[in-house]
């Protein structure tokens, strides 16, 4: 079954959606699973490798660690929402899924995606505090806060994705039920209906808007932070101070670089390759979740050496 099979199909309500692996590409699929494959499983025993760690060990009971076992929730649910349908389309060939599962992945993805930005916003926080005002830093963020904190976003990134499978279940679909990306989104979903979608563009760039404040409140806090920097005499402190940043900026731009890229392709480059478009989404999805355990524990001291420690246990 070709692509314009799909798209001249003409559906009243379809029971399947079509799914879409790197275009022109489809004969390498079962070689292309192998480093998705790859990146998925570093990615999992990576971030579950950092929340064992901060789970068992006393020393990393600390609020920066508390935030980045957040982190390492979200991407991991970023992960396990999109490896069902990944595995499926380069694995085995199996691009169908029901409307009703690909919405509910849909949710997730955006969900888990929202979290994931919620996080990296107080990590700018944390980190800023830290900076700013040391002495203060544990009275002021407190395991009772922080967990306050965390579970006000938790519910922050829900009930500002929680809308959309409501909104995408009352659209009518028909003729398209080819989707463009591996796995479902809420504006590839969206674009498939016959019906009036004035609701989810307006709610779908209210979201997006959302995701612009916290990189814009992220960015405010670093300018923060450089200031307060600056205003230490010794060279070689401020560079120390800093190093405290990098794994947090590193974690900010492998999210949003490809966020952001993927944005300026849809609005200013409609006639880029659909291979790069996929590509982009893909990065989206497996990057963030591979690079942040990895960028943490090289960055982290206490975590690199409790790793270390661990192997070296093993090795005797």
Request: charged residues 15%.
């Amino acid at each position: 079954i070709t692509m314009l099979d799909f798209n001249s199909t003409v559906f009243t309500n379809p029971s399947t959606f079509f799914l879409m692996g790197i275009p022109g590409m489809e004969p390498a699929n079962i070689w292309v699973s192998i480093p998705i494959c790859l990146m998925y499983l570093v990615a999992i025993v990576g971030n579950c490798t950092i929340l064992f760690f901060i789970k068992t060990e006393p020393s990393l009971h600390e609020p920066m660690y508390r935030f980045l076992s957040m982190l390492a929730v979200s991407d991991l649910g970023l992960s396990f929402s999109s490896l069902p349908t990944m595995l499926k389309i380069f694995l085995f060939n199996a691009p169908r899924i029901s409307p009703d599962a690909c919405i509910a992945q849909e949710f997730f993805i955006h969900g888990f995606s929202a979290m994931e930005s919620s996080v990296l916003l107080i990590m700018s926080f944390d980190r800023f505090i830290a900076i700013y005002n040391p002495l203060r830093y544990t009275s002021i963020l407190t395991n009772a806060r922080v967990t306050k904190i965390g579970l006000v976003f938790f519910l922050k990134s829900v009930l500002l994705i929680l809308p959309f499978p409501f909104t995408l279940k009352h659209l009518r679909y028909c003729k398209k039920n080819l989707l463009s990306h591996s796995y479902c989104l809420h504006q590839d979903v969206m674009k498939l209906a016959c019906s009036d979608n004035k609701v989810n563009v307006i709610y779908g760039f209210f979201v997006a808007v959302t995701s612009i404040l916290d990189l814009t409140f992220i960015f405010m806090s670093y300018m923060l932070i450089l200031k307060a920097v600056l205003s230490i005499a010794s060279k070689k402190e401020r560079l120390k101070v800093l190093n405290t940043c990098i794994s947090h900026i590193c974690a900010v731009l492998t999210f949003y670089i490809p966020i952001v890229s993927l944005a300026i392709i849809y609005r200013f480059a409609k006639h880029t390759s659909s291979i790069i478009r996929v590509l982009m989404a893909d990065v989206f999805l497996l990057v963030p979740p591979l690079m942040n355990p990895i960028v943490y524990c090289v960055k982290s001291q206490q975590i690199r050496n409790l790793v270390l420690e661990k192997l070296c246990q093993k090795h005797n």
